[in-house]
């Protein structure tokens, strides 16, 4: 959905090539170090987006031939030149995956009014079918479900601001060719966090916490008969670092693909950085994202 609130298409059209990922726009935490006020800290935590606080970085570019100057015919559908299989349209996933999103300003994380406006609609996650071992899995073959998928990736990775802990649930969800976790945005950010506090690069420390809430969510569009999509999950972040607490908005953009059972981390193209802003406020509706909702 576009920040005016007209819904992206659902599906989107190949471009003549794959086209140049944006890096992720993704302001090192520095909260451990440089802590705010003591009657309560607050800082943003900028979403990655690829999908994804957002953004994730293609790990590579992937050449496509498409036959130009002759005519497709009823052949077999486009091979993805990444994982072999058949049916899948890089081209198009590229497109939707690179296409720029708007971008706000590092204020509009940290925590301010609400908006007194409707929101448009809602969200409706579904619920899981089931648990790979690490967080909850089996959701859906809709653009909700690969919402709700990203949303218990980026809830159960967070926890406890442990680099280990994201990587893990990042990789029982990555398809073979997805963007490795290490460039994404959010494992940087933790990475990184950890690196200027001169804490332990995995694992729980008694000082440091950290939660995230999935709030809102914004589906930017789907393509391949909608067995690809690239989602946004927009959330509250509450953390505490030696005792200081402090909160922001901070959350998730990915590019999913349908793997006939499960939604999974896609191959090729990283997601372009998503906005990020306090859930529920008017740069949240803004920027496109809707209320969450649960069944």
């Given at each position: 959905?576009?920040?005016?609130?007209?819904?992206?298409?659902?599906?989107?059209?190949?471009?003549?090539?794959?086209?140049?990922?944006?890096?992720?726009?993704?302001?090192?935490?520095?909260?451990?170090?440089?802590?705010?006020?003591?009657?309560?800290?607050?800082?943003?935590?900028?979403?990655?987006?690829?999908?994804?606080?957002?953004?994730?970085l293609l790990i590579g570019l992937?050449?496509?031939?498409?036959?130009?100057?002759?005519?497709?015919?009823?052949?077999?559908p486009p091979t993805d030149p990444?994982?072999?299989?058949p049916g899948w349209d890089l081209?198009?996933?590229?497109?939707?995956?690179?296409?720029?999103?708007?971008?706000?300003?590092?204020?509009?994380?940290?925590?301010?009014?609400?908006?007194?406006?409707?929101?448009?609609?809602?969200?409706?996650?579904?619920?899981?079918?089931?648990?790979?071992?690490?967080?909850?899995?089996?959701?859906?073959?809709?653009?909700?479900?690969?919402?709700?998928?990203?949303?218990?990736?980026?809830?159960?990775?967070?926890?406890?601001?442990?680099?280990?802990?994201?990587?893990?649930?990042?990789?029982?969800?990555?398809?073979?060719?997805?963007?490795?976790?290490?460039?994404?945005?959010?494992?940087?950010?933790?990475?990184?966090?950890?690196?200027?506090?001169?804490?332990?690069?995995?694992?729980?420390?008694?000082?440091?916490?950290?939660?995230?809430?999935?709030?809102?969510?914004?589906?930017?569009?789907?393509?391949?008969?909608?067995?690809?999509?690239?989602?946004?999950?927009?959330?509250?972040?509450?953390?505490?670092?030696?005792?200081?607490?402090?909160?922001?908005?901070?959350?998730?953009?990915?590019?999913?693909?349908?793997?006939?059972?499960?939604?999974?981390?896609?191959?090729?193209?990283?997601?372009?950085?998503?906005?990020?802003?306090?859930?529920?406020?008017?740069?949240?509706?803004?920027?496109?994202?809707?209320?969450?909702?649960?069944?």
């Amino acid at each position: 959905m576009t920040p005016n609130g007209v819904p992206f298409p659902r599906d989107e059209q190949p471009s003549p090539g794959p086209g140049t990922p944006q890096p992720p726009l993704l302001t090192p935490a520095s909260y451990l170090t440089h802590p705010a006020p003591a009657r309560r800290r607050r800082g943003g935590l900028l979403m990655a987006s690829i999908g994804a606080l957002v953004m994730l970085l293609l790990i590579g570019l992937v050449a496509v031939i498409l036959g130009l100057g002759k005519d497709p015919g009823p052949s077999a559908p486009p091979t993805d030149p990444i994982t072999g299989e058949p049916g899948w349209d890089l081209a198009a996933e590229t497109a939707l995956a690179t296409r720029p999103m708007p971008q706000l300003p590092e204020e509009a994380a940290k925590p301010h009014a609400l908006s007194t406006r409707t929101p448009l609609g809602f969200i409706t996650l579904p619920p899981p079918g089931g648990n790979n071992g690490i967080m909850p899995v089996q959701f859906p073959p809709t653009p909700e479900g690969a919402l709700a998928q990203l949303a218990a990736l980026t809830r159960v990775g967070s926890q406890g601001a442990d680099p280990q802990a994201y990587e893990l649930a990042y990789n029982s969800i990555a398809a073979p060719g997805a963007p490795q976790v290490d460039s994404t945005g959010i494992h940087r950010t933790l990475a990184d966090a950890r690196r200027a506090a001169r804490l332990p690069q995995q694992g729980s420390v008694n000082s440091l916490s950290l939660t995230f809430t999935p709030l809102a969510g914004l589906i930017k569009g789907t393509t391949d008969g909608g067995r690809y999509a690239v989602v946004c999950v927009l959330g509250q972040v509450d953390a505490n670092a030696n005792g200081v607490p402090f909160s922001g908005g901070g959350g998730d953009c990915q590019a999913m693909r349908w793997n006939g059972r499960t939604w999974q981390i896609a191959p090729g193209a990283a997601a372009a950085a998503g906005p990020v802003a306090w859930p529920g406020s008017d740069e949240a509706f803004d920027a496109g994202y809707l209320p969450l909702r649960t069944p």
